[in-house]
């Protein structure tokens, strides 16, 4: 490889585009439903980053490519890593101080973000994109970062090897199409319908297609050789006919795309990406109208401070959004989070990205960072705020990394039993023993009391000025199950003290999928006169098909859904596909806890998700009321 300089050719209507993909992302985390495809976003940036690098290095004549490898990766480095850092160290001492009871995850979470590994470690420590208990981690966006930083290590290697082995660009662009093709297929084979996608969502092997077809587009629509004398007006025609097209498309995946359906893993996200690659290859060009578009000042700006906004958008939103807001975002917190996110991506910008991307590292040591007490009256404000705030936000942080600093009352799904059955079985709560947090004495025992006991405890007195208190008990079914995921642990006991011969089946995270395999044991409860309570739909989306197979499971009985009131962006979608069940069917009944609960963030854990006291005897209450009124 030569040691000559990066042949760079900017191009305004890229930074259009960078704009749009980084408002979509934003706006699926800010949960609004016209965004329910705005993760799509990040493959747009992936596309884009593979075709930008390898037109970058790419020579025009020849196989030497145009850049050294320690230039490459020393001008890379500049670019992500500075403010990468500061937004890690950044939210973490804010973590410190106002969220210690994300501690315990976020440690693990930084040091992988560091290392830029975090996908994997989400991976290995099946950490859900979609799911977490109480707040999410507010690093998970870094894990798109990880994939493009492994990239950027290894493909410089993979191109110079394959173009000294292939030599001609043409025959190449099929080889890396190739590669693109079989990460696809990797994806296609390993994600299961109705369970998490997190493993392929975050995988470097499932979903490096999108780098590679850019990488593909780079040699087969070579930035560097794009001229408008080369066009007929015949071919300016289709050119900009297709790139309208392909922004259409994009537009519209971003509104009625979401993360559950099936076909974007197999085969979806691929086409979504050709589509990308063709909007990308249409606006590059110097015709092209949608081009000049694009190249709207606004969209420019926030184009070029896109990867600022990117890197700042998630912990703002995560640290700065109470739990019961998750999902149900308010306008007022979004806008002025918004706001925040754009200043803060300002200061990166000016203060961090662009200084050391055009100083160096050394430079920029020295300029903010070197402390001089000698000069200490005549350097900037800047400066002295910078010498001061870079100690000590690191002091925090290597203090917080090594544990000296104690964590808050963790709220997670470790802290509650993952089992619980009664009358099917013995009653038993089996505990997470290597993953459960210490409790005192006193709070043991009554855990323990409440669970293995269920059959001793008394009815709890009716308060007649308490409208949420649970009425008197009425057995009119000759047999009830219940059967549901963390909810349905915690109501287990009072449940069971309104009905003694009531058989429950509740399970931490369990899913849809899991309970249509759950379903044959309790084939017995398929009989006229019994009931069948399902309270599903807390961790996770269900495909139609599992749905139904559950619900035909119990084609006979009486069957009570129970919709969910979870901070999770797939709340809505559960709750509407349970109403469509029930409105299809007679002898489905909807329980709508939601609507009981929305209001009430009383009702439930620090986490969101799990229920207090009073939460229990709402629910409770809610079942037993349906369960009358249908017989």
């Known amino acids: 490889m030569s040691g000559k300089s990066l042949n760079h050719r900017y191009i305004p209507g890229l930074d259009g585009i960078r704009a749009l993909a980084v408002l979509a992302v934003i706006a699926y985390h800010f949960n609004f439903s016209w965004a329910r495809g705005g993760f799509l976003g990040v493959d747009i940036f992936f596309v884009l980053s593979g075709y930008l690098i390898t037109s970058t290095i790419l020579p025009l004549k020849g196989n030497q490519l145009t850049v050294s490898l320690k230039k490459f990766w020393i001008g890379r480095f500049r670019r992500l890593l500075p403010a990468a850092y500061v937004m890690i160290v950044s939210s973490f001492v804010w973590t410190m101080l106002f969220h210690k009871e994300l501690l315990h995850t976020l440690r693990g979470d930084a040091l992988s973000s560091i290392f830029y ?208 807001e998750i999902g149900n975002p308010s306008y007022w917190r979004v806008a002025w989070q918004f706001v925040l996110i754009i200043m803060i991506a300002e200061l990166s910008y000016r203060f961090i990205e662009m200084p050391i991307r055009k100083e160096g590292f050394k430079d920029y040591y ?153 379903a044959p044991n309790y084939a017995s409860f398929n009989q006229p006169n019994n009931a069948v309570i399902l309270q599903l739909g807390t961790n996770g989306y269900f495909t139609n098909d599992q749905m139904d197979t559950l619900l035909n499971a119990f084609s006979n009985a009486d069957i009570y859904l129970v919709n969910t009131r979870v901070p999770r962006s797939w709340e809505a979608k559960v709750n509407e596909a349970l109403l469509q069940k029930a409105q299809e069917h007679e002898h489905i009944t909807l329980i709508d806890w939601h609507a009981a609960a929305l209001n009430h963030p009383e009702y439930f854990a620090p986490d969101g998700v799990h229920l207090e006291k009073k939460g229990v005897e709402v629910l409770t209450n809610l079942i037993q009321q349906s369960l009358q009124k249908q017989n």
């Not at 798109?144 to 082995?165: H, R």
């Not at 949608?290 to 969209?299: H, Q, S, T």
């Open 117 to 324: 590994s975090s996908n994997w470690w989400f991976i290995f420590h099946k950490l859900s994109y979609f799911d977490s208990f109480g707040s999410p981690s507010p690093l998970k966006n870094l894990w798109s970062l990880a994939i493009e930083e492994q990239f950027y290590l290894i493909w410089p290697l993979l191109l110079m090897i394959g173009l000294y082995i292939v030599q001609k660009q043409s025959q190449l662009a099929k080889v890396v199409f190739l590669g693109a093709i079989c990460s696809a297929l990797v994806m296609a084979i390993l994600y299961q319908p109705g369970a998490d996608p997190s493993r392929v969502y975050y995988g470097t092997d499932t979903r490096c297609f999108e780098l590679l077809i850019g990488c593909w587009l780079a040699l087969v629509w070579p930035m560097k050789r794009l001229s408008s004398q080369k066009l007929s007006t015949n071919h300016v025609k289709k050119l900009n006919s297709m790139s309208f097209i392909a922004l259409t498309i994009f537009l519209v995946s971003i509104v009625y795309v979401d993360e559950y359906q099936s076909f974007l893993y197999r085969g979806g996200m691929f086409l979504f990406c050709l589509n990308a690659a063709i909007l990308i290859a249409c606006v590059c060009h110097p015709v092209s109208i949608l081009g000049k578009i694009l190249a709207w000042k606004p969209l420019c700006w926030i184009g070029s401070r896109s990867y600022g906004i990117y890197l700042w958008h998630y912990p703002v939103m995560v640290l700065g959004t109470p739990i019961h």
């Open 366 to 518: 020295r300029k903010y960072l070197v402390f001089n007490k000698n000069k200490w009256e005549s350097i900037s404000l800047s400066r002295k705020i910078s010498t001061v705030m870079v100690p000590l936000f690191l002091l925090v942080f290597f203090t917080g990394m090594t544990g000296v600093v104690g964590e808050g009352q963790e709220s997670t799904s470790s802290s509650y039993p993952t089992t619980i059955k009664i009358n099917g079985d013995e009653p038993t709560a089996n505990l997470n023993d290597h993953d459960k947090q210490p409790e005192t004495d006193e709070a043991t025992t009554s855990k323990e009391k409440e669970v293995e006991d269920v059959q001793q405890t008394e009815t709890p007195k009716q308060d007649e000025n308490d409208v949420h208190a649970v009425p008197e008990k009425k057995e009119f079914y000759s047999g009830i199950l219940a059967i549901g995921d963390s909810l349905m642990i915690d109501i287990a006991p009072t449940l069971h003290t309104i009905y003694p011969t009531i058989t429950i089946d509740g399970k931490i995270g369990r899913q849809v999928s899991q309970a249509v395999k759950l």
